[in-house]
């Protein structure tokens, strides 16, 4: 099967499709993705383009009606639930590409697929930003004066954003309201230990998020964590852009139980590192409520990059 994504330059959902194709892929072997960017109406018209983005199942259009006109102009999916959003979801996605659901990609790492970049209204995202930096530079979240002129702008108290944030699981609060996790940062101790180069070792909340932070830093980094059956290390560093495993045949494990709630309680726990694909299915076979699907080395570190990569790069109000 080849699946292509269709873009115009810098689309905002891109990401988020793409995201959400790596969820919905999740453990196939079958599938050929590719991506291209499309910029003028002629391209749009030749590659059978119907608005930003669109997805292409072996040349055909799973999405568009009988007659659409190619466009390059941006483009909106009404869901099985009648919400508007600028991607398919990720059950939407499995059901077209034939692919049986998980439940994993319904979950966390990505908020169901809708991403961890928080909205730009009431302060949300420049409050988050300001907590992210402030793991990214401290190893610990901001203060209150921070976080107060971070909101300050918005006219809000920071006390209602960090509410709102930890509504929509960008982070979490104990009870007294102090931050203890920002997705990708855990402000308690975690197996998965990041050191940042030039900066903090930080710990994050799960393999994912490990794995997206030096992209979202743009910074060289090690990540070492356990694999949870042999109580093996398992090292993953960054270099210039390019990732070095130890040892080699190291995969990820991306499970759920099947529950509500935050990502933090109902998959954190489950995706792990582990030191081969033996390991990781052993593991899991030992739990029953749980789904999921071991990751290559590939598909961890892409889904790690296009959950966190995001975060710092988009600007600040």
Known sequence: ???????????????????????????????????????????????????????????????AAPGTAASVSCRLYRGTDGRVGGAPSVAELRRVLGTPATGVANRAAGRSGQGRLAPIEGGLRAVQQAVLRSFATTGAPPGQAELEAAAEPFAVPAARVLAELATEDFLTLDDTGRIRAAYPFSATATEHVVQIADGPTVWSMCAIDALGIPVMLGADAVITSTDPVTGDPVRVEFTGGKTTWQPATAVVYYGTRPDTGPAAAVCCDYLSFFTDRATAE????????????????????????DIFGPLLAAPAP
């Open 1 to 63: 099967m080849h699946v292509e994504m269709l873009t115009v330059p810098d689309c905002p959902n891109g990401p988020v499709l793409r995201e959400r194709l790596i969820l919905a892929l999740a453990g196939r072997t079958d599938v050929k993705l590719t991506e291209h960017v499309v910029d003028d109406q002629a391209e749009a018209e030749r590659r059978g383009m119907h608005g930003s983005p669109t997805l292409l199942v072996d040349g055909h259009d799973p999405f």
């Open 282 to 305: 052993q593991a899991t076979g030992q739990h029953a409520d749980i789904s999921g699907a071991v990751l290559d080395q590939t598909e961890a570190e892409r889904l790690g990059a």
